[in-house]
């Protein structure tokens, strides 16, 4: 009997010091990634180093609080495929009602008559048509106090912002095209620091109700075209450059102020995705609210903008157009690879901690071999 008491009692000891071990390593492995262990998922070179907060973007979204998830839809960014996913392809206590006929759904938490998310499709442009960063967060506050039926915005209430975005060049083509067909985008406030800008501020590239059937280079030759870096335009802080009164400084400055703007608050979001990778999108979004998808993203690279025969010297000029928003992009590719890369390397660190609980109880020699094996991932 003392013997056999003798010997549980060490295999008892041994396996609570190999769990001991086992969740050291995890422990140090999670705070101190090494670099083998992140090159394991490597590929591609990262250009820009990121903080541990800036790549660990998984937030503690509480759909049954007050938490509400903000989408900014720039145009031409695949925003429309994306922002019907998230009324219609989430996994919910309480899915979205959305009815046909009708454009917009209700999303409301499970057990409340509040929206969890705003957006074009929950809302409606709430904050005016395609409204960007500065409209949005100056105003999603008081819209959402609005619709909750109160007085003032909740202090506590968390928001988070997401948003597309689009390799440049084929984002400006697809909105050229969009526009040959009529589109407009009048109905946009454009507001920042209170009011709308002036038409001598934001003067129109056309004369009459619309630019349909306007050719590329005109498109291109247009200097007060929107088109030209919205997306840097879109998620930054126009308050910092004056606005749109272009006179407060020189277009280099303007830009350079607006890019560095973009890319801290791009940093700052909770989510962004790339339409170029929508898989890697879909992963992300669902590691950083909890939340799953009923099916699939799928990569469709068929676009009209595809399908636009641009010769080089033309393409070099759009580049040269969207100078920021190339730079934007990189930047942004860069830090959404990195982020899917610390993600996926957690990922699967707590997969292999799931497979050897699993033998916890059933033989030390087994979890010994467990613990070795997952020490050298």
């Known amino acids: 009997m003392d013997e056999k008491s003798s010997g549980s009692s060490h295999h008892r000891f041994l396996i609570v010091l190999l769990m001991v071990l086992l969740f050291g390593v995890i422990m140090v492995q999670y705070a101190c990634p090494s670099r083998s262990e992140y090159g394991a998922l490597v590929r591609f070179i990262p250009r820009f180093n990121f903080t541990r907060a800036d790549l660990n973007r998984v937030v503690d979204f509480n759909i049954k609080g007050d938490d509400v998830i903000v989408f900014l839809h720039i145009q031409k960014t695949g925003g429309t495929t994306f922002g019907r996913h998230l009324v219609r392809n989430i996994q919910l206590e309480r899915p979205c009602e959305c009815h046909q006929g009708q454009k917009k759904c209700t999303c409301y938490r499970p057990g409340k008559k509040e929206t969890w998310l705003f957006s074009r499709f929950s809302t409606g442009w709430s904050c005016g048509l395609h409204a960007d960063w500065t409209e949005l967060t100056r105003c999603v506050p008081w819209c959402i106090a609005n619709l909750m039926s109160s007085f003032s915005p909740v202090p506590s209430r968390n928001y988070y912002y997401i948003t597309i975005l689009r390799d440049p060049v084929s984002r400006y083509l697809s909105e050229w095209r969009h526009v040959q067909r009529g589109a407009t985008w009048k109905a946009s406030l454009h507001v920042c620091d209170g009011r709308s800008p002036t038409l001598s501020e934001l003067p129109s590239c056309y004369s009459g109700d619309d630019w349909s059937g306007c050719s590329l280079q005109e498109f291109m030759d247009c200097p007060y075209n929107l088109a030209n870096n919205r997306q840097t335009r879109m998620l930054a802080d126009l308050s910092l450059v004056g606005c749109y009164n272009v006179s407060a400084m020189s277009e280099e400055e303007r830009w350079a102020v607006l890019l560095e703007s973009a890319k801290r608050n791009l940093r700052g979001m909770a989510f962004f995705g790339l339409t170029e990778y929508q898989r890697k999108t ?27 025969d641009v010769p080089p010297e033309t393409q070099h000029r759009i580049c040269e157009l969207n100078r920021w928003d190339v730079e934007l992009y990189e930047y942004a590719r860069d830090l959404f690879l990195q982020r899917f890369q610390v993600i996926h390397f957690l990922d699967r660190k707590k997969a292999d901690l799931v497979a050897c609980s699993h033998i916890l109880f059933s033989d030390h020699t087994s979890l010994l071999n467990c613990f070795l094996g997952f020490k050298h991932i």
Do not use: H, K, M
């Open 282 to 308: 879909q992963y992300l979004f669902e590691c950083t609210f909890n939340l799953e998808f009923i099916a699939p993203f799928t990569q469709l690279n068929g676009t009209r903008a595809s399908s636009v």
